[in-house]
Structures are given as C-alpha cells and as structure tokens.
C-alpha cells in the first residue's frame, strides 16, 4: 500500500507543527522542534522521545536504516513532498527530515561538582548559542547557564546549530546570573570574564583550577555588574585593529586552552 504524501500547508497536522516556530507555543504544547538529519540521529541514539517525524521521500531512502529506527520509536511518522518540508523547516536549505520531540526536563548544572563551566549574558543569536553549545560538548564542559533575557535555549535554529549536540549538556536559564556566578564562587570555582582592555592573556590563566566562563552579548558584551564579579579578567588579543571576535569563536578559544592544559597533567 503507498502511503499518502501530504503536500497542503492547511493540513491541521501542518499547521500545528508549523505553530512551534513561536517561543509560546513551543511551551504550550510542551514541544521542540528538531530540524535535519543530525539531531534526529543523535536524539534516537539517546533515547530523546520523538513526537511526530516527517520526512521527504528521498530522506527515506538515503537515510533507510534511521529511518528504521525511528519508525519503531516515533508514535507518528508522516511522508512529506519537498515543498512541504520546506515550508515547514527553518533552515534555507532543509535535508529532508523535521521531527517533533517531547520537552523533557532539563537537567541542570551542579555547581559543586563543576570543574568547567559557561556562563551566557543576553546572547541573542541562535547560531551563535548553538555553536557555543556544539564546542562546549566537544571540550568536556559540564553545564551552560543562559540569562532569561538570551535567545530561547530550545529555538530550533540552536538546536540545528548545535549538529544535535544539544542533548548531551546540561543547560539552565536564570534571571539572576550574578547569583549563579557568586554560588560557583561560594564552591571555590573560579570565574573569568573577557574585556577587551584586561593586561592578562588567557592562555596565563590556570584552568587546571575549577572555571566557570562568563560569555557575554553579541554587540554589547558583558555587563559591568557581572565584570566586576569576575575573579579573573583576560583578554584575547587581536591584530589589524580588530574590534573583537565572534563570541562563539572565543568561547571556542578559551575552552580549548581550558582543554589543552588539562592534557598537560
């Protein structure tokens, strides 16, 4: 028996799913929204409950035995016409696949057992956070707390970002950062900030000390309050005049020197 291929945007089913792009909605109906071929893998291999999974026919047959897998976990599996998906997806160019997943509790960092940690101000880029994210799993880091003011931690394009590492960390949101930083302090964990004008490199810090790394807003920064609570302050230097670097590239810096001194004990 073929099954129907569903090409209409008016599909109920269609429009649902397509409702979850909102921040709101997403809590309403206690769902994400998981886009490409890597994060369905990565959530099927951690047992994440997938929802609904539609995928094109030509997702299908490339990808035949996660296809497999999937079909005998997700409670609901719809075949897609190409335009449909990418009605549906985010992404400019989507890989055939788009799944929703059941919200599941995040699981929150433990301070007193932090040897590395990350700490993120207003951030705002998906992108960005989903980068942030895929380098921090990479590295061993072992939580990420985000201010209520970032980018949601569940929008689609992070999780994208994140190639489906966005499963494996820890992630918390607070309102009250500066009480996460003095708690990490509390347990002996250092806190470093990057300012542009710090004397300090940060290749001279001791990261073979517990860390938590505060990482700052796109445009703007870090804070002056969390600056001034910060144990350590460094700075990464730039030639040529350059105002600054990406934030996820000197996330991505600092975490690997953090990396690097951990493999010369």
């Known amino acids: 028996m073929t099954k129907t291929i569903l090409t209409s945007l008016k599909n109920p089913l269609i429009k649902e799913i397509r409702k979850l792009r909102r921040s709101k909605e997403r809590r309403k109906q206690n769902l994400l929204v998981l886009e490409g071929t890597n994060a369905i893998a990565t959530a099927e291999r951690l047992d994440y409950p997938l929802h609904i999974v539609l995928y094109t026919e030509k997702w299908q047959e490339s990808h035949r035995q996660l296809w497999q897998k ?47 940690a990350l700490a993120v101000e207003r951030l705002q880029d998906p992108g960005n956070l989903g980068t942030i994210i895929r380098t921090a799993v990479a590295t061993g880091v072992d939580g990420l707390w985000l201010s209520q003011d970032s980018v949601d931690f569940d929008n689609p ?16 949101v607070t309102n009250d950062l500066a009480h996460i930083v003095r708690e990490h302090q509390q347990h002996q964990i250092q806190v470093i900030a990057t300012v542009p004008t710090a004397t300090k490199t940060y290749w001279e810090l001791d990261f073979q000390r517990p860390s938590l790394i505060l990482l700052g807003n796109e445009g703007a920064g870090l804070s002056p309050e969390l600056i001034a609570l910060a144990d350590e302050q460094v700075t990464i230097p ?23 001194q951990s493999l010369t004990i």
């Open 70 to 116: 999937i079909s005998v976990k997700a409670p609901k599996l719809e075949l897609v016409s190409p335009d449909l998906l990418s009605a549906i997806a985010t992404t400019v160019s989507p890989d055939g696949v788009v799944a929703t997943a059941v919200r599941q509790p995040a699981k929150t960092p433990q301070v007193s057992n932090t040897k590395l």
């Open 157 to 172: 394009k992070v999780i994208r970002a994140s190639v489906g590492e966005w499963f494996r960390l820890p992630i918390a």
């Open 238 to 260: 730039v030639a040529n005049e350059v105002e600054s670097l990406n934030v996820a590239i000197a996330n991505s810096l600092l975490l690997y020197e953090a990396k690097r």
